[in-house]
C-alpha cells in the first residue's frame, strides 16, 4: 500500500526547494508532530530578516481543513521560536499562496478552512511571499479619471479647436 501521506510529502519538499532556490535557509521538520511528542510545524525558513514557522496543506481541490490544534501548536511553536506563522496551501495545478492563521476562515467546529478561490484572490503568492515582488490591489491603484492632458484635448476638440484626426492624432 502507498503512503498516503506521499502527495503530501513530496508537496513539502517541493516548498522546501522553492524557498531554497529563493534565497533563505530552510528545513523540512521531519515527519512533523508524527516524530516527536511536541507539535512541530511543517517548515521553518528565514531569509536572516524573516523566519517562518509554515504549515503546509495540499489539496487536488476540494478545500483545505485544518484542525484547531494544528493552528494553535503552529502560533505555540511561532511565539516560542521567534518565527511568523504562516499556512500554506498548494492546490493542484496553482502555485503556493500563503495566510496568516487569524486571516483563514473559522468553522463553527473552530477548524479552519482554505477554498481554492479564497487562495486565488486573498493568499500571498509565493513572489510576493519571498520577497520578489507585492501585490498591488485595484483599490490601492485608485481611479483619478483620466489624465489632465486627455482632457485638455478633448476639451479642445469640443471647443473646434482641433479635427477628429487631430485630437486621435494626439492621445495615440
Known amino acids: 500500500m502507498a503512503n498516503s501521506n506521499a502527495k503530501g510529502d513530496r508537496r513539502e519538499r517541493e516548498l522546501v526547494n522553492a524557498l531554497d532556490e529563493a534565497g533563505f535557509a530552510v528545513m ?3 515527519a512533523s508532530g508524527s516524530a516527536t ?13 524573516t523566519f517562518y514557522a509554515i504549515e503546509a496543506k495540499s489539496s487536488a481541490g476540494d478545500p483545505i481543513y485544518l484542525t484547531g490544534e494544528e493552528v494553535e501548536a503552529l502560533l505555540f511553536f511561532a511565539r516560542n521560536f521567534g518565527a511568523k506563522p504562516r499556512i500554506g496551501v498548494r492546490f493542484d495545478r496553482e502555485d503556493w499562496y500563503f495566510f496568516h492563521p487569524a486571516d483563514l476562515h473559522t468553522t463553527d467546529g473552530g477548524n479552519y478552512r482554505v477554498k481554492k478561490e479564497t487562495a486565488l484572490s486573498d493568499g500571498t ?4 511571499f519571498v520577497g520578489n515582488s507585492e501585490k498591488v490591489t485595484l483599490d490601492e491603484v485608485g481611479d483619478d479619471g483620466p489624465d489632465q492632458s486627455v482632457l485638455d484635448v478633448l476639451s479642445a476638440f469640443e ?8 485630437a486621435a492624432a494626439m492621445l495615440e
Open 28 to 30: 523540512r521538520a521531519p
Open 37 to 49: 511528542e511536541r507539535e512541530l510545524p511543517d517548515v521553518l525558513s528565514g531569509d536572516s530578516e
Open 125 to 128: 503568492d509565493f513572489d510576493e
Open 159 to 166: 471647443r473646434g479647436d482641433l479635427d477628429k484626426e487631430e
